[in-house]
Structure formats: structure tokens, C-alpha cells
């Protein structure tokens, strides 16, 4: 260890030999020291390994769709809608105050996203264990199906094709809502798990963004995009809901 | 705008992958990378293309994510230990499923900004140059962070216990 000549290679240079930091000509040297210093060569090896190593963890990630929330033209255009809403809320706070109302039915309401959640996620409890009755229209008949939901919610609905997720659609059915109709349709995947996914009308202007609720082992992500809402339900975990809500999400928006 | 946008775009993949390592849970890992995203969003015009886009990111997110375990230290952690090493695992063949798991639990073991220095060579292949400018410090203390964060892994995935040799120049 004594007949190193003094200040030649020290342990900033193995690092930075390890990491590409060196010119050539001084990773050459560094090489010819490792042959000479099988201690550090193997201190170089362990470095290396542990990079690599953790190299891979989730690495599949990079691979993955990129879910909406972090596409970041969608949090653009989302930032410029809410700058609009808030402008547009402040103007009709201000009417409001001037007229003698509040503006609150527009611009809060958590109360109403919470019992979307609820009927949605309940709907889906009661009807997804249906084996022979699990929808009023099956999804032989699956125009007439959309088109009569669409007539009942007075808004052009269509079933998402969720195929390439690996549901199918096996029907759907009409539900009651505080008095008006919403829609559920039902999908299924190979393993038979059951997904619903539940549309009803909002107030016009409300736009959220995705959320998730979970009750009794039943997970539901939720939005409103004014004068519609949507709830994807399933028993599954909350990542692969979440993907799903995103197919259904950008099926649905056009 | 748009230009910008789809930039940012393809850095998203890279920085919800660090920010799953670091975070150690899905959840938590897409919201720091979303609070970034809005953030670096609404600061596009602080962006001037001086270093690379990439690194204007990452400093974003190391900022939010510093802001977020201050937080954190004087409130109770939310996300339980089984979540965390049950799951940070990337299946794979046994012998290396095994140094994973030990690799994972040493990573966690590591003080935040030399696991921080660790991450961002390893992950992303970041030049000293660029690790300094995302977590504002020195070249020298990235390095000094550096390797002291990968000698104490190699250290604890030896089983050795007794405190690293430091050679003197």
C-alpha cells in the first residue's frame, strides 16, 4: 500500500473514472492503476454493480403510457381553463353579490362530487354481481343501447371500447339519479372482473379533475367535465383503475 | 409553447421513474412529478435555454421534493414500510431479485442527498456538472456525496460493518 506514489489516484478518481468524468488520456492511467490495484478494481467492480443494479429498478415505468394528469399539454390547456373559470367565477360572484345570490352552485359543490362517487360506486356493487341480469341492453344491441341513454341524458354518450385494456363491453342500463337518469355500462375482462363505468349530468360549468374514492374494497376515479360526469368502478387496485379511467377518459373527450 | 410542451413531455417517463425511487410509492411518485409538471408550467418563461431542460426539471422537482420531506419530518409519514418494501422490488431472476431487494432497503438507509446524488447517475447518467445544478451544491460535494452514498451501498451489500477505509491523498 506504501509504494503508491503519493496523491497519484484517490477515490474521487475511481468515481469519476466510474461515471465517464475523466479525460482519455487520465481514464487510461486510471485502467492501467486498476490492473496494478486489484483491491480498488474490485471496489470499480462493486461501484459499477451497484449502478447497474439500480439501473433497473422500474425501469418498465419509461415504457408506460403517460397518464393524463402528467401530460403536460393537458395541464396546459388545464391551466388555461382554470384561469378562465376562476376569472369567470370572480364575475359571477361579483353579479351574484350585485343581484342578491351567491355563485356557490357554480363553483363549489364538493357534495356533489362526493355522491357522484357514492351512486357510482354503489351502482356498481349492486349490479356487478349479476350474473344473468348484470344489464337492461346487451351489447348486441349496443347502437340502440347508446342511443337511447343518450336520449334519456339529452347528451350524445358512447360506450368507450375498452378492448385494448382487455374489457369488453357486455351492456348497459339505466339508473335513477336525485330524480334523472343516469347510465352505466358494463364491461368485463377475460377473468371475469367487472368494470362499470357511470355517466351522469353535472351542473354546465363544472370541470374537476381526476379523483379517486375507494369504499369497501371498490375503487372509483371521478370527474366532471360540465354538463357531464363520469366514474370508472372496479375492485381492483388503484393503479390499473387509473390507467383504465385515462382509456375511458380520452375515449370519452373526444 | 408547443415546442416546449413536447419537450417536457419526453421528460416526463425519467422523471416519474426517479421520482418513483425516490418517493418509494406509486402514488406519491405521480403527484410530485404532477406538482412539478405545473410548476415548471406556469414558470416556462423563467426557462432560458442555458443547461439542458432536462435539469431545469429535475432542480424543480428536487425542490418540491425537499419542501415536501421538510414537511414530512415534522408530521408522521403516511406511507407504511410494508408498502414500501414489498413493492419497490423489481421482480427478476432470484440471485438478482435478492440483491435488489438488499440494495433497496441499503438505499433507503442512505442520507436523502447522497441517495439523491446516487439516484441521478445511476437512473438518468447525469454529468457531475448537471447533478450540481439540480441539487444546488458544488461539484466537489456531489462528488464527495456521491461517493460516500456508493461506497456505503457496496459497504452494506458486503454485510460490512465496520466504517469504510478513506484513503488520505
Known amino acids: 500500500m506504501n509504494d503508491r506514489p503519493l496523491g497519484s489516484v484517490t477515490d474521487a ?47 418498465d415505468i419509461v415504457n408506460q403510457p403517460i397518464p393524463v394528469r402528467l401530460n403536460p399539454k393537458a395541464i396546459a390547456s388545464g391551466r388555461r381553463r382554470h384561469l378562465w373559470r376562476m376569472a369567470a367565477g370572480i364575475v359571477l360572484f361579483m353579479v351574484g353579490i350585485g343581484a342578491g345570490w351567491g355563485a356557490k352552485d357554480l363553483v363549489g359543490g364538493d357534495a356533489e362530487e362526493q355522491s357522484l362517487a357514492s351512486r357510482a360506486i354503489s351502482a356498481h356493487r349492486v349490479y356487478s354481481v349479476e350474473v344473468r341480469h348484470a344489464v337492461e341492453v346487451a351489447a348486441a344491441e349496443e347502437a340502440h ?26 351492456g348497459g342500463r339505466m339508473l335513477p339519479n336525485n330524480g334523472k337518469p343516469a347510465a352505466q355500462f358494463m364491461y368485463e375482462d377475460g377473468s371475469g372482473r367487472r368494470l362499470t363505468l357511470y355517466v351522469a349530468r353535472c351542473q354546465p360549468n363544472r370541470v374537476t379533475a ?20 363520469y366514474a370508472v368502478s372496479a375492485e381492483s387496485g388503484r393503479e390499473s383503475l387509473h390507467m383504465l379511467a385515462n382509456v375511458v377518459y380520452e375515449q370519452v373527450e373526444r | 409553447m408547443v415546442d416546449f410542451l413536447s419537450e417536457v413531455q419526453d421528460c416526463v417517463p425519467s422523471l416519474r421513474r426517479y421520482a418513483r425511487v425516490l418517493t418509494r410509492n406509486a402514488d406519491a411518485a405521480d403527484d410530485l412529478v404532477q406538482d412539478c409538471l405545473e410548476r415548471a408550467i406556469s414558470r416556462r418563461l423563467l426557462w432560458r435555454r442555458k443547461g439542458s431542460l432536462r435539469a431545469w426539471l429535475f432542480t424543480i422537482m428536487h425542490n418540491v421534493h425537499a419542501n415536501q420531506v421538510r414537511y414530512r419530518a415534522v408530521r408522521p409519514l403516511t406511507v407504511g414500510l410494508d408498502d414500501v418494501t414489498t413493492e419497490s422490488v423489481t421482480p427478476a431472476d432470484q440471485g438478482v431479485g435478492l440483491t ?3 440494495l433497496v432497503v441499503s438505499l433507503e438507509r442512505l442520507p436523502e442527498e447522497q441517495r439523491q446524488a446516487v439516484l441521478l447517475v445511476a437512473l438518468e447518467g447525469m454529468s457531475y456538472a448537471e447533478i450540481a445544478q439540480v441539487t444546488d451544491v458544488p461539484i466537489g460535494t456531489v ?9 456505503a451501498l457496496r459497504g452494506m451489500m458486503d454485510g460490512e460493518t465496520r466504517p469504510n477505509l478513506r484513503r488520505v491523498r
Open chain 1, 145 to 170: 343501447l347508446v342511443s337511447w341513454l343518450s336520449k334519456r341524458l339529452d347528451h350524445q354518450l358512447r360506450a368507450p371500447d375498452l378492448m385494448n385494456a382487455g374489457f369488453h363491453l357486455i
Open chain 1, 210 to 229: 381526476f379523483r379517486y374514492e375507494q369504499q369497501d374494497g371498490i375503487g372509483a376515479f371521478y370527474w366532471m367535465d360540465g354538463p357531464i360526469a
Open chain 1, 13 to 59: 478518481d475511481l468515481h469519476a473514472y466510474v461515471d465517464g468524468e475523466l479525460p482519455a488520456a487520465r481514464a487510461a492511467e486510471i485502467e492501467r492503476w486498476l490492473i496494478e490495484n486489484p483491491a480498488d478494481a474490485a471496489r470499480v467492480r462493486a461501484w459499477r454493480t451497484v449502478n447497474r443494479a439500480l439501473g433497473t429498478l422500474h425501469a
Open chain 2, 100 to 102: 435488489l431487494r438488499d
Open chain 2, 143 to 151: 462528488m464527495s456525496r456521491l461517493a460516500r452514498g456508493r461506497e
